[in-house]
Structures are given as C-alpha cells and as structure tokens.
C-alpha cells in the first residue's frame, strides 16, 4: 500500500471559535498559512490574513486521510 504526505488545512471562522477543514494540499508544509497555487489565484493572497491551522497526515490509495503511516510485518 503506499501513502503519500500531505498537509491538511484548516481555517478558522471570522469569530476566530472553530476551525473548519479547508483542503488537503501534496506534502508536508511547515508554514503558517497555505500558499497560492499559482500567482493568477489572487483570491489565495487574502489567506495570510486568516487564521489557519495545519496537521501532517497520510493519504492512501482509498483517499482516506491517515494521521500516521500503515506498518506491515515483512516476512
């Protein structure tokens, strides 16, 4: 089975209470806010100025988000 990291991001409301999944984005991204896709994506400027909350997990072939790797035992 392979898995691959992402990073999964979540963006709090305007009242700053609760944060709500927003995307999942390839590899591990260690900055406080995702970056834009490409520079034609203006509306993805204006992240930097939310608050967001990032978390390292796993994606495996089924789509399903892992927050740690499968182990297997090898013969």
Known sequence: MAVKMITVW???DDKGNEAKLNHIED???NG???KP???SFTNQEAWK???WERKHA???EQYQVLSVPPAYWIK
Request: hydrophobic share 30%; proline share 6%; no cysteine.
């Open 49 to 51: 100025k939310s608050d």
């Open 37 to 39: 896709l490409d520079t």
């Open 32 to 34: 406080e806010y995702p």
């Open 58 to 60: 796993y994606l495996d």
């Open 27 to 29: 590899g591990w991204v």
């Open 10 to 12: 979540y963006k709090f």
